[in-house]
Nanobody, 115 residues
């Protein structure tokens, strides 16, 4: 079992930056991919960024590429999502995701970007 807890969300002005954190616990050594997804009101949940264990190669959605950085700290078992130059369309609930056979999800954290 894997438990994921997001933090770092909140209200930010457009043009600002935010760093989301995802603290992982449980059987995390088995995780082979970490990711951040987001879901805006009335829309589906979409991938923002992911990172693969082992080679740490990142993958970014086209909509955020160049403004987002995913990273992880294996010592603290924390995955981060840095978002720069925030736009109102980045407003969404952001979810941490971990995959080993099945997908594990955090409860999500709200990011609101004001114009």
């Amino acid at each position: 079992q894997v438990r994921l807890v997001e933090s770092g969300g909140g209200l930010v002005q457009a043009g600002g930056s935010l760093r989301l954190s995802c603290a992982a616990s449980g059987i995390i050594f088995s995780i082979n991919k970490w990711g951040w997804y987001r879901q805006a009101p009335g829309k589906q949940r979409d991938l923002v960024a992911s990172i693969t264990n082992g080679d740490d190669s990142p993958n970014y959605a086209d909509s955020v590429n160049g403004r987002v950085t995913i990273s992880k700290d294996d010592v603290t078992s924390t995955v981060y999502l840095q978002i720069d130059n925030l736009k109102p369309e980045d407003t969404a609930v952001y979810y941490c995701n971990a995959v080993y056979g099945i997908a594990y999800w955090g409860k999500g954290i709200l990011v609101t970007v004001s114009s």
